[in-house]
């Protein structure tokens, strides 16, 4: 066997470099040991303490109370546009226009009500009220007009309905 005799320049600078990986082998297994209790000091703040839940198991448990009110939500939001879309079709626009429909005679007891819906479809109530009787008339409203001849307190009553009842 031969042996290879290296000079001692390059003896030490093999035992340098060796140290010099030794260090830093210790030096990332410090690095590591410290990280390790870090972990091990984190993992018991989110185990479970007595009979208290865990960290982890209480995030679980909000996170599923979070899940259910957001179906919640999601369910009411249907309700509610399904409400909206039903009050559309109500009789929500009313308008009441009070007069006098003979003169002098009879003072204002005769009147004209619009009761309309979003789509300004609905009805306009007249009662005439004269000195011996009492008439009423219903005509039927679609889209803000009537197929009967409307007189000019009907047409305001609706025209008041379509507005908001604003007189």
Request: glycine share 12%.
């Given at each position: 066997m031969d042996h290879v005799s290296l000079d001692s320049?390059?003896?030490d600078a093999l035992v340098l470099a060796g140290l010099a990986v030794g260090v830093l082998a210790?030096?990332?297994?410090a690095v590591a040991l410290r990280s390790l209790r870090r972990m091990r000091r984190d993992l018991t703040l989110l185990?479970?303490?007595g009979d208290a839940p865990s960290f982890v198991e209480a995030v679980a448990r909000k996170t599923e109370e979070v899940t259910a009110l957001r179906t919640e939500v999601d369910d009411l939001a249907a309700l509610l546009?399904?409400?909206?879309?039903?009050?559309?079709?109500a009789l929500r626009h009313v308008s009441v226009v009070r007069y006098d429909a003979f003169g002098d005679m009879g003072g204002?007891?005769?009147f004209s009500a619009a009761m309309?819906?979003?789509?300004?479809d609905g009805l306009v109530l007249t009662a005439i009220h004269g000195r011996s009787e009492t008439r009423s008339y219903i005509k039927g409203v679609k889209g803000g007009t009537s197929e009967a001849s409307l007189s000019p307190e009907e047409q305001q009553a609706v025209s008041y309905a379509l507005r908001g009842g604003q007189s």
């Open positions: 320049s390059a003896r210790l030096v990332l297994a185990g479970a303490d546009a399904r409400t909206r879309t039903e009050l559309a079709d204002r007891l005769s309309l819906d979003d789509g300004g």
